[in-house]
């Protein structure tokens, strides 16, 4: 087997690049609120992964007007100089888990809301991290309780808009509530989608939009004694919602990048499968089939994780998975990440694969087979040299996953 270009590595790398610069925070609200300026003064709350990019993209375009503002994202994801603007508090807290300083960062931001003037209009920016980074629980619930059951929902499989369907369930905040606390001040929300089906109320767990009502996904036993409110609350006629960034866009973005190439694009859309494992498998399996070229997928799969699960997140389940089936080939590449930078509890976003990872983590002294069994692909890939560092990337809309396959297998 020849080795793989490293000219094909650096190609999915710099196509994934160019996608994510396609969705970043900073850019999409400078793009915005440059084509919606202010109508006046407004004060800015911002929350999640990429709140300190999308904040710089406000003051970008309308910092003057800028009266005061809270920013709460994850720790070591301020990367701007925002925290040195003296009219921004800014704060880190917890992610995927919600910590003490997750709860500090709901009071504050009850506060900062309750302070604000009577004829206040707000700026609220959101993005996926918010869910953990910011929280208000209902009273009986302790911190504890909500990290054991954050723990069970991360692990358990469930779509993303069912786990945030249980997370407002405990939350003073979540699921819309949030919106009383504006007793009717006017409210844009720019929104960049980590969810699928881009649907608004699932960003950040709803803040300021109420869900639509549904049950409850089955809990174990464990936690049956939580006090789950029910039900939706209504809507707040002074929210008005805009999403401004997606996973459709950095897939768009990276279509067109590869196009402008010369190279066939073949944009799939949505992942075939949610399981992380057996989505990798149907993604090499659809390539080994399929025609040359850049393929494009984008999404969110899921991994069950086991009792003392390895190290590693979705994103790397499903390219040590994928790099099993295509073990041998020399004409495919496959890079799955998440667009913020980071996967799972793991400060990698994911990673790139070819038909030599098997061997290159074997020789590293991993086995394949028991690392995805035991979800620690991370250690096999690291030993593979294949995983992807970008460190925070000032956006989060889901994963993208790009595969390469050359016309010159020999």
Same mark, same amino acid.
């Given at each position: 087997m020849r080795d793989v270009p490293i000219s094909s590595r650096n190609l999915l790398l710099d196509l994934f690049r160019q996608g994510l610069a396609a969705v970043n925070g900073r850019s999409a609200v400078h793009a915005w609120l440059s084509a919606h300026p202010p109508s006046g003064q407004f004060h800015l709350v911002a929350l999640g992964k990429a709140a300190d990019a999308m904040t710089a993209g406000a003051l970008d375009a309308a910092g003057s007007l800028l009266c005061v503002g809270l920013v709460v994202t994850r720790y070591g994801f301020l990367e701007t100089p925002v925290y040195r603007d003296p009219r921004i508090i800014t704060l880190e807290a917890g992610h995927p888990l919600p910590d003490g300083q997750s709860l500090a960062a709901g009071n504050a931001l009850l506060l900062f809301l309750k302070e604000a003037p009577a004829d206040a209009e707000f700026l609220f920016l959101v993005s996926g991290g918010a869910s953990s980074t910011v929280e208000v629980p209902v009273e009986g619930v302790s911190l504890e309780q909500l990290q054991q059951l954050n723990t069970w929902l991360l692990g358990s499989g469930l779509p993303i808009g069912d786990i945030n369907w249980v997370r407002a369930a405990l939350s003073r905040i979540k699921g819309g509530r949030l919106a009383a606390r504006l007793g009717g001040r006017r409210a844009t929300l720019l929104l960049i989608s980590d969810v699928p089906g881009d649907v608004m109320s699932d960003v950040g767990s709803g803040l300021l939009l109420p869900g639509q009502g549904r049950s409850l996904p089955e809990l174990p036993r464990r936690f049956a004694g939580l006090p789950f409110q029910k039900g939706a609350v209504a809507g707040s006629p002074s929210v008005t919602a805009h999403i401004i960034a997606s996973n459709g866009l950095a897939q768009a973005a990276v279509a067109a990048a590869a196009r402008h190439l010369g190279i %066939?694009?073949? $944009?799939?859309?949505?992942? %075939? !499968? !949610?399981?992380?494992?057996?989505? #990798?498998?149907?993604?090499?399996? $659809?390539?080994?089939? #399929?025609?040359?070229?850049?393929?494009?997928?984008?999404?969110? !799969? !899921?991994?069950?994780?086991?009792?003392?699960?390895?190290?590693? #997140?979705?994103?790397?389940?499903l390219a040590l998975s994928a790099a099993m089936a295509l073990a041998g080939r020399d004409d495919i590449l496959l890079l799955a990440a998440g667009t913020d930078g980071a996967d799972g509890v793991t400060d990698d976003a994911g990673a790139l694969v070819d038909g030599g990872s098997v061997a290159r983590g074997e020789d590293g002294g991993f086995d394949a087979e028991d690392c995805l069994r035991r979800v620690d692909a991370g250690d096999f890939l690291e030993a593979s040299g294949d995983l992807i560092h970008t460190g925070p990337t000032g956006t989060n809309v889901m994963d993208l996953m790009i595969a390469y396959k050359s016309p010159d297998q020999t």
């Open positions: %066939p694009v073949h $944009l799939h859309g949505n992942l %075939p !499968t !949610t399981d992380a494992a057996a989505c #990798g498998k149907a993604l090499a399996d $659809l390539l080994m089939d #399929g025609p040359t070229g850049v393929h494009i997928w984008g999404g969110e !799969t !899921t991994v069950k994780l086991p009792e003392n699960p390895g190290q590693g #997140g979705r994103n790397q389940q």
